[in-house]
């Protein structure tokens, strides 16, 4: 089944402490893409990543880092989680890079910083 | 710079009546228009999109919406809903680069009550 796959799906953490949320692709997609979730606020895109060893910044970066060493793998790390991450975050993909392209999310990973 | 403004943060709705959502988007270049649609404790999931031609746009579930570039709407229509469409609603734009993807609107709650 092609799918995005998030791992954890809950977290509870304290502040400072490195955590890494994993995300992978089963569809042979070129483009990948973090978002975090806030009421009121929707959706808004953290880092993405165009193909591998390519990524960049969205619209809230700060406090995150991501890799691409693999075309299906694009974890997200938070190396000194503050309460300010409690968040729901999302990964998504899409086959390539154009603005057209439909994208696929996963289930989410809910984040609970004490 | 584009956003995406919904007008409604909720809807209430009697089940079998029709519906609008309403999502007006600013943007400098041309864009790709989406509906998205959250089910509870899941991911999103594509609903409709916008690329070109026909300004009037099916998706599942029985939705429709239509591109109106004067107005610059495209807002979301159900002739009668189901209990079942009870979920939080987003609309978002996409520019032809495709590099930063989606900027996504706050979402609209639907709620359907028997």
């Known amino acids: 089944e092609a799918q995005v796959t998030q791992n954890p799906r809950y977290l509870i953490t304290v502040t400072g402490k490195k955590l890494t949320v994993t995300c992978s692709q089963n569809m042979n997609h070129e483009y990948m893409s973090w978002y975090r979730q806030d009421p009121g606020l929707g959706l808004r895109q953290i880092y993405y990543s165009m193909n591998v060893e390519v990524t960049d910044k969205g619209d809230v970066p700060e406090g995150y880092k991501v890799s691409r060493k693999e075309k299906r793998n694009f974890p997200l790390i938070l190396e000194s989680p503050s309460p300010n991450q409690t968040s729901l975050y999302f990964c998504a993909s899409r086959p390539g890079t154009g603005g057209g392209e439909t994208q696929y999310f996963g289930p989410g990973t809910r984040l609970l910083v004490l | 710079a584009q956003s995406v403004t919904q007008l409604d943060s909720q809807v209430p709705v009697f089940e079998e009546a029709p519906v609008e959502l309403r999502c007006n988007y600013s943007s400098s270049v041309s864009v790709y228009l989406f509906w998205y649609v959250q089910y509870p404790n899941q991911g999103l999931q594509l609903l409709l999109k916008?690329?070109?031609?026909?300004?009037l746009v099916k998706g599942i579930n029985g939705f429709e919406a239509e591109f109106n570039k004067s107005q610059t709407s495209f807002h979301l229509r159900k002739p009668s809903v189901h209990i079942s469409d009870t979920a939080e609603y987003f609309c978002a734009v996409s520019g032809d680069t495709g590099r930063r993807a989606l900027t996504f609107g706050s979402g609209t709650r639907l709620q359907v009550q028997p």
């Open positions: 916008y690329l070109s031609g026909s300004t």
